[in-house]
């Protein structure tokens, strides 16, 4: 959920920090701070509040004579435990030791029961400042040995970055369920929740794995793993230039997404079609792998889990086998039925989603194989499921999720399209006509894209709409979802997704004058109910917005307002559909004043319960 840098090296470590901190600040803006080594002691700079206020601190403390650092840690922390103040921001430190932390320490009240009965106290209300002065605790100028007893007392996940005032020119890391990265420079090295933190400066890096220690020095990196033993990690080059996590001058990095989704899709499908036919590129998963699955479970959160819904009605209609979609806290915990000839396809942007990865490691406990979508390489999904396909939606900054989405999608059409074809459902010829027309969805979203104009003149009808709805049938439903979740979380305008045959059982109760009707047309097989639906909220003084396709009759007195969108095959329609939607919601944010890119109360990547 938070974000975690640190830095040793020739530099001037305030600078790295505040640089890496500005790239992870999509992981969470409660608060900020840094700690750094300052001769022999430590000093920490931290505040509630966004970067601004931390530089705004930075500044003054060198004006009163903060000397130039070459070592040290920084935060950008979304609140768990204790609200958001400058007492319980990161980092959290004892005269020897400072920290800061991703993660959630579950048993951390024991801990500091524990640690108040020998003489210790506490300012905040964080379970970080138990942990840091649980290491504490088990210091005796052994940083690893410290580390090593203090974290086998805790039960929960981290990723934690460490100083000590006795080793000035050194970080200590260790990792358990959240992520963290070391990245690799020429007299300097580095370490990071995510990729972007060290883009300007390196290229280079490795994921630690679960129970891994690192200790870093200007002269080079050891890793150990969770038995102490030196270990080497594979180490990686990042494809993504520092451009790519700057939004290239658009004026959020939310509309730099949605109009990267074309060259997203074409990087996504293009490589995993083989002489016009879909091929997943896992030798594991072969087509009489795939043929021996008797049911598809699809297990996500927020819009991952929007993009399952997409995937189940792909798989049924086209391999017509039965597919489920689970939120992942509810997959987790209501104890799922389960067989070993079944497949879980765990769908997440980052990789780190806890409740998915935990869903995930559900189902391996039962011995069923698990199939991850993921957008990162290295991630803890993708290296704990069976089967990996990797979305190449590049780095995805702002924090309603966009061309993640997309390519989800994308990468779930081509399962149900070769899991279709080895089931026998489709034939080679279908299958080819199929993929081919999969392949034009770049062109498709393109289109969409020269829409803004008007999507967001309709925006700015109904700017100050405090309540509307979405309806649709079938993958129109799906996308009504996702629909609804973009435009609350980014414009929070109070919005609600149904079913259109659903209105009738009470839901259009809620229907008076004035209020906003969704609906979404694009299925031919229901066509005319969805527009009946859609009648009937007219008839009661809603304002009807009418996404459909371009040749499609809408009678008079149907809608308002009439969105087209390019005929295609309706199984794909989602993917051009959503761009119009997604549009929306930007500009109904960016009409109404909130921070598109970092929405109140949300965090990128949800890496605890």
């Known amino acids: 959920m938070c974000g975690i840098v640190g830095y040793v090296g020739a530099r001037c470590a305030q600078d790295v920090l505040l640089d890496g901190l500005t790239k992870l600040e999509y992981r969470g803006y409660d608060s900020a701070g840094v700690a750094l080594a300052a001769g022999d002691s430590i000093r920490v700079i931290k505040t509630k509040g966004r970067l601004t206020a931390l530089r705004a601190c930075l500044e003054q403390a060198t004006a009163q004579g903060l000397p130039v650092c070459h070592c040290g840690i920084g935060h950008t922390r979304w609140a768990t435990h204790g609200e958001p103040s400058d007492v319980n921001s990161h980092p959290h430190s004892t005269p020897y030791v400072s920290i800061v932390h991703n993660g959630i320490i579950e048993n951390y009240g024991a801990l500091k029961e524990m640690l108040q ?26 940083p690893l040995k410290a580390l090593s007893q ?32 070391v990245g690799y420079g020429e007299g300097e090295n580095f370490l990071a929740s995510d990729i972007p933190a060290i883009l300007k400066y390196t290229r280079s890096y490795s994921v630690l794995e679960e129970g891994d220690m690192a200790v870093c020095r200007a002269d080079g990196v050891a890793i150990y793993d969770e038995f102490g033993q030196p270990v080497q990690r594979e180490k990686l080059t990042a494809d993504w230039d520092i451009e790519a996590a700057e939004k290239g001058g658009y004026p959020h990095f939310m509309l730099k997404e949605i109009h990267e989704q074309p060259a997203a899709i074409a990087a996504t499908v293009s490589p995993r079609v083989e002489a016009g036919m879909p091929d997943l590129r896992i030798p594991d998963l072969s087509d009489q792998k795939l043929a021996s699955i008797r049911r598809v479970h699809l297990v996500g959160c927020g819009t991952a889990m929007h993009a399952g819904m997409v995937g189940k009605a792909a798989i049924e209609k086209l391999a017509r086998l039965p597919a489920e979609v689970d939120i992942a806290s509810e997959f987790r915990y209501r104890d799922p039925i389960l067989s070993p000839d079944d497949l879980v396809i765990i769908i997440s942007q980052s990789g780190e989603t806890s409740d998915t990865l935990a869903a995930l490691k559900l189902a391996r406990s039962r011995g069923v194989p698990v ?3 993921v957008n990162v390489v290295g991630s ?26 997309m390519v989800q999608m994308c990468v779930l059409y081509l399962f149900a399209l070769r899991l279709a074809y080895a089931r026998g459902r489709l034939t080679e010829e279908q299958t080819r006509s199929y993929t081919a027309k999969l392949q034009q969805a770049p062109q498709m979203v393109r289109a969409r894209l020269n829409d803004c104009e008007y999507i967001k003149y309709l925006a700015s009808l109904f700017v100050n709409t405090q309540s509307c709805f979405f309806i649709g049938r079938g993958f129109d439903y799906a996308l009504s979802l996702e629909g609804s979740l973009k435009l609350k979380e980014i414009s929070y305008v109070h919005s609600d997704a149904y079913a259109a045959g659903e209105l009738k059982h009470g839901t259009i109760s809620l229907v008076t004058d004035g209020v906003p009707v969704i609906a979404l047309a694009t299925q031919r097989s229901v066509y005319e109910k969805t527009l009946s639906n859609a009648k009937e909220t007219k008839s009661r003084g809603a304002r009807v917005i009418l996404f459909t396709t371009k040749d499609a009759a809408v009678p008079e007195g149907i809608a308002d307002h009439v969105v087209r969108l390019e ?12 761009v119009p939607l997604q549009l929306f919601a930007y500009y109904m944010a960016v009409l109404r004043g909130c921070d598109v890119d970092k929405p109140r109360n949300l965090a990128k990547s949800v890496t605890v319960e």
């Not at 009965?117 to 052994?142: M, N, P, Q």
């Not at 199984?571 to 051009?576: G, T």
């Open 150 to 181: 203090a974290l086998a007392r805790v039960r929960g996940s981290y990723a934690l970055a460490v100083l000590f005032k006795d080793w000035p020119d050194t970080l200590f890391a260790v990792r358990r369920e959240s992520p963290l990265i």
């Open 567 to 578: 005929e295609y095959e309706d199984v794909f329609m989602p993917l051009q559909l959503i």
């Open 380 to 405: 803890s999904i993708a290296r704990a499921a069976d089967y990996v396909l990797y979305t190449y939606a590049g780095p995805e900054i702002a924090v309603a999720s966009t061309k993640a989405y």
């Open 117 to 142: 009965a020998r003489g210790y106290t506490f300012v905040s209300e964080t379970d970080t400042e138990v942990l840091v002065k649980l290491i504490d605790s088990c210091y005796e100028g052994e």
């Open 371 to 373: 199939l991850a979508i």
